[in-house]
């Protein structure tokens, strides 16, 4: 029986994640164990009281669960709110604690999850935009957003527009005294969760990338938990261009799948 099993396995783990969004309130006291579970074994610097008030501040958490053995897979919680800057009414998502089990990375049911999510809150919302928030110290997370989305910030290529740098500063003053405009940072003094290094090093690969050179050279203090704040624009130009990406990125996937076979 795994850790982060609410209930034991009564059929073989699939390897593939199923996620579906399930409102904090719903939550078994069996699931929150297990993600708390999951989260304290690859995440430092943290404790349940935290977690347990993270998680009490968000609207819903993205479950993802062994489609097989139905064990927890891994998780994403979620808050969706709106803010008005300069008189423009302005829709965000923002996403708390996430973390996935290894043995799920580069699959695609959390992010097609978070797809049908803001969806759904364009279609009630269709004339309000709406941006991801991200605060990260982790660089899976970060690329996460800025390969998915045209158009975000910060960005490598070009400086963050007035606009945009008032909206991060609006929401980050909701961080009290742990946010830095200056820097664009969410970080305190003392012990911050974050990622265990040895779960996600930063290769010389990923150093290469402009994308990773950007990020560290924004948040240097990534390795104690400082959080980078970014945004990225939930428009239709940007959910066609993921959904082609991740459509290509599966057939390509299946290519090679079938040429090992031979």
Request: hydrophobic share 40%; net charge positive.
């Amino acid at each position: 029986m795994s850790p982060h099993d609410p209930e034991p396995r009564s059929t073989p783990r699939s390897g593939k994640a199923s996620v579906r969004r399930v409102a904090v309130a719903a939550l078994s006291s069996a699931q929150i164990d297990a993600m708390w579970r999951l989260y304290e074994e690859f995440y430092a610097n943290v404790d349940r009281a935290s977690f347990d008030a993270d998680l009490a501040g968000k609207d819903f958490v993205l479950l993802g669960t062994d489609s097989g053995s139905g064990e927890l897979a891994g998780f994403s919680t979620v808050l969706f709110f709106e803010v008005v800057h300069e008189g423009r009414r302005v829709g965000f998502y923002f996403t708390g604690d996430t973390v996935f089990h290894p043995r799920y990375w580069g699959q695609k049911g959390l992010h097609w999850a978070t797809l049908r999510e803001w969806i759904r809150w364009k279609l009630r919302h269709p004339t309000t935009p709406l941006y991801w928030y991200l605060i990260c110290s982790g660089h899976r997370t970060y690329l996460s957003l800025v390969r998915n989305f045209p158009t975000h910030w910060p960005h490598h290529l070009r400086p963050t527009p007035a606009f945009e740098l008032g909206l991060l500063d609006v929401i980050g003053r909701r961080f009290g005294e742990a946010w830095h405009p200056e820097r664009g940072l969410i970080a305190v003094d003392g012990p911050q969760p974050v990622l265990k290094a040895e779960v996600a090093p930063i290769t010389a690969e990923l150093r290469a990338l402009p994308e990773i050179e950007l990020f560290l050279r924004l948040n240097p203090g990534h390795a104690e938990g400082d959080e980078l704040a970014m945004i990225a624009l939930v428009d239709g130009r940007a959910v066609r261009w993921m959904i082609r990406r991740w459509l290509t990125r599966a057939r390509s996937g299946r290519r090679r799948t079938g040429e090992r076979r031979r």
